[in-house]
């Protein structure tokens, strides 16, 4: 199914110079929106536009239909000024580092409050229609319930679980919570949908990338001699940035988490893959013997996190993107594969070939 954008629509996309957010600006605009992308330095302009052109279907009109505007997630200025008439507010921004800061409040607070300054501010210049960008991260945080089998979006991570105590678990879920609270109780006209996507990966459009990117980078060059136990639900950046774009138009979304996922690798399958397309690299394959992790923890905070996943294989169900969001899901390999196509490519693959 196709879903056309009515047109000269306009969308205010955060986070436009992340890995995700510029994907989702190139879709956008490649599906005939007008996109008003905020960074936190207007320096940052030029690297998007970069990114985008080679990529986009017409790039004749893009310098008025890509604009851009400077907004920060800690300050109000601007954003009420930068969300008048705009049809759509796309929220993408929020911190995913590699590792947990030791004061959790610098990535609880700017994405608690990035995304209330967000909404306050799309309210008051009458914005009505909100896509959200969570994690599934807001949702794996707990047990599963009673007669469930599988997660889905009706569970919420629980932030005083062992999975959620996690700074990043933390600042996705209370983010998001903080969201569907405003619409609730101060802004019920406003239509929202949140896109949950689990661990993205795929080629990157230029050379800045983040921490999901990094993980195929760490385990292509041998990085650790073994890896936890551990399994990771997949999606692809485009199949992520597509829910993003679908979901402006679908209106049965309204209202709705959508959690988004072909399929679940461990770290093991993916370097298995990774040796095999790529035997010129010395990746490893040994799996970690889980006593040894729980021993490891014993003196690192940010391996103590994973303890509770060590051999998780729970399953999660992705129903509601494919019926709700007519996404046919890239296959987790191919898109772990093209992340590592891309690091080669450009040389961020590591020493390690043979």
């Known amino acids: 199914m196709s879903i056309t954008p009515s047109k000269n629509k306009t ?3 955060t986070g436009v110079s992340g890995y995700i957010g510029k994907h989702v600006a190139l879709q956008l605009l490649n ?6 992308a905020s960074v936190r330095n207007l320096q940052k302009t ?3 536009r970069k990114a985008i052109l080679p990529h986009i279907s017409d790039a004749s009109q893009l310098d008025t239909r890509l604009t851009f505007v400077e907004l920060d997630l800690e300050k109000d200025a601007g954003w009420t000024e930068a969300l008048a008439g705009m049809d759509v507010l796309m929220h993408t921004a929020s911190p995913f580092p590699i590792a947990s800061p030791k004061d959790e409040n610098i990535l609880i607070k700017p994405a608690v409050e990035g995304t209330l300054r967000a909404l306050k501010a799309a309210h008051k210049a009458g914005v009505k229609r909100v896509i959200l960008t969570s994690s599934i991260a807001a949702i794996y945080g707990c047990n599963l319930p009673e007669g469930k089998t599988a997660f889905d979006e009706s569970m919420w991570t629980d932030i005083n679980h062992p999975v959620g105590k996690g700074a990043y678990v933390k600042s996705k879920t209370l983010a998001e919570k903080a969201a569907w609270d405003f619409i609730k109780n101060e802004a019920p006209e406003m239509e929202l949908t949140v896109i949950n996507p689990a ?5 990157p459009l230029d050379h800045q990338f983040g921490s999901s990117v990094s993980l195929v980078q760490r385990i292509l060059a041998g990085s650790d001699p073994m890896l936890p ?4 639900f997949i999606v692809d950046v485009k199949d992520a940035a ?11 979304s309204i209202g709705q988490r959508v959690l988004g996922f072909s399929e679940p690798m461990t770290f093991v399958d993916i370097a298995k893959l990774l040796k095999t397309s790529y035997p010129e690299y010395k990746v490893k394959t040994t799996k970690a013997p889980s006593f040894l992790i729980r021993l490891l923890a014993l003196f690192n905070d940010e391996i103590k996190v994973i303890l509770p996943l ?18 046919n899901f890239t296959p987790a390999s191919a898109s772990v594969k093209d992340t590592a196509d891309y690091l080669i490519k450009n040389g961020f693959a590591g020493k390690n070939p043979k």
């Open 31 to 36: 599906r005939g929106y007008n996109v008003r």
């Open 46 to 48: 030029e690297e998007v």
């Open 310 to 327: 060590l051999g998780d294989r729970t399953p999660a169900n992705n129903a509601k993107a494919k019926s709700l969001l007519h996404i």
């Open 229 to 232: 136990d551990l399994q990771m």
């Open 199 to 203: 661990l993205v990966l795929g080629a």
């Open 242 to 252: 597509k829910m993003h774009v679908n979901a402006i138009e679908e209106k049965n």
């Open 11 to 13: 969308v205010l996309l």
